[in-house]
């Protein structure tokens, strides 16, 4: 069946560090992947998404990065932040066909330590 | 704009007793989903809705969970009867539009989730 695969389950990091997070998916027809972002006890937030027709994506500090070939994306925050601490989410999706199905990774609990 | 609203914040249940959860999406969009978070592990998809009509609810279990969207607006999740091992956090989320083998810009999918109802079952 579908699945995502992230690692690592929890990162820790010096403010103003750079973080990277990775997931491979396994349904080769995904074409749209957006990360979520969890604060302790609140709901998840969207903070970048990116579309199987683009490699790259920029926000100011966050990227994401996707390569299709090897079914796997990125995320990249740079300039690592305390309020950046979070448990981030990355989730696959076939848009066009199942309606926006979010199969989502185990989760990363990063930690950025000031 | 007002978010996803749900109720109750949280529950606590005795197993084999019944439990309903409320969700009252983003005026305008015609997509909701239920999902079940446990503890630890990312959100799962449960039962979606366009409208009115369920798109997938591949994932519910059928025997215990129901789940409808009457009048295309709210919905409710119900589980009856509960086990120890529905303990979780039960996200609700809306998406203004769900493609179906149309295209939309990437705003149309984004899914924004309600603040989730806790539910321990003893």
């Known amino acids: 069946g579908e699945n995502v695969e992230q690692h690592p389950s929890t990162l820790s990091v010096q403010e103003g560090d750079s973080a990277v997070i990775k997931c491979t998916y396994s349904?080769?027809?995904?074409?749209?992947f957006p990360w979520y972002k969890q604060e302790l006890g609140k709901r998840p937030q969207l903070i970048i998404d990116?579309?199987?027709?683009?490699g790259e994506k920029k926000d100011q500090r966050i990227a994401v990065t996707l390569n299709k070939t090897a079914k796997h994306f990125s995320l990249h925050i740079t300039e690592t932040q305390p309020e950046d601490s979070a448990v981030y989410f990355c989730a696959a999706s076939r848009i066009y066909n199942q309606g926006g199905k979010l199969i989502f990774g185990q989760g990363t609990e990063l930690s950025v330590k000031p | 704009e007002a978010g996803v609203a749900q109720s109750p914040r949280y529950k606590i249940i005795e197993k084999r007793q019944s439990v309903a959860f409320w969700c009252n999406p983003i005026?305008?969009?015609?997509?909701l989903y239920w999902y079940q978070q446990i503890l630890g592990q990312g959100p799962k998809l449960l039962i979606q809705f366009q409208n009115n009509g369920v798109v997938d609810d591949s994932q519910l279990p059928k025997d215990r969970f129901s789940a409808e969207r009457l009048k295309g607006v709210d919905s409710t999740l119900k589980i009856q009867p509960a086990k120890l091992e529905d303990s979780a956090v039960y996200l609700c989320?809306?998406?203004?539009?769900?493609?179906?083998?149309?295209?939309?810009?990437?705003?149309?999918?984004?899914?924004?989730f309600g603040p989730g109802t806790r539910l321990t079952v003893l």
């Open positions: 005026s305008g969009h015609a997509t």
């Open positions: 989320a809306s998406s203004l539009e769900a493609s179906y083998g149309r295209y939309f810009p990437s705003s149309y999918n984004e899914q924004f």
């Open positions: 349904d080769s027809a995904s074409n749209y």
């Open positions: 990116i579309r199987s027709n683009v």
